[in-house]
């Protein structure tokens, strides 16, 4: 099953849904460090309550790139990328971003993460020189 996601220029993303198939599903497993590596503009993996998603299109097609106003929000989602940002997920999203989230899942962490759930927030400078985008 697929869903259509309207995008900043008008653009559609057509993005398979995983999370809404069987709820029984065995998801694939990855470690942190496996999700580290998806850490760029164009590989956006993040973690969120042992969860893992790829949230490659929704970043690449992120209003921030062109509208100013959303462009602080666009520097969190980068800064995210390749880490558990459980706690930074929680504090600023609603129960739709929920939603949202859950067509993102490609899979669940290999052993339950017990260690920081927050993100460093990094410039943009700081982005470029990371290889971030």
């Keep these: 099953p697929f869903t259509s996601f309207y995008l900043a220029g008008g653009s559609v993303s ?6 809404v198939m069987d ?9 942190l460090e496996e ?42 989602l980068l800064s995210s990328m390749g880490q558990d940002c459980t706690e930074d997920f929680e504090d600023v999203h609603s129960p ?16 339950p993460n017990r260690g920081p759930r927050r993100i460093k927030y990094r410039t943009w400078e700081e982005l470029q020189r990371a290889g971030v985008v």
Excluded: C
């Excluded at 029984?24 to 470690?31: A, L, M, N, V």
């Excluded at 973690?47 to 790829?54: A, S």
């Excluded at 929920?98 to 993102?104: N, P, Q």
């Design 14 to 19: 057509r993005v398979y849904l995983p999370a």
């Design 23 to 31: 709820q029984q599903r065995s998801w694939p497993t990855y470690t």
């Design 35 to 76: 999700v580290a590596a998806h850490g760029k503009k164009h590989d956006a993996w993040i973690v969120v309550h042992d969860k893992v998603y790829d949230l490659t299109p929704h970043l690449t097609n992120h209003e921030g790139w062109v509208n100013a106003g959303k462009v602080s929000t666009l520097l969190a």
């Design 96 to 111: 739709t971003a929920w939603k949202m989230l859950a067509a993102f899942q490609i899979g669940t962490l290999a052993v």
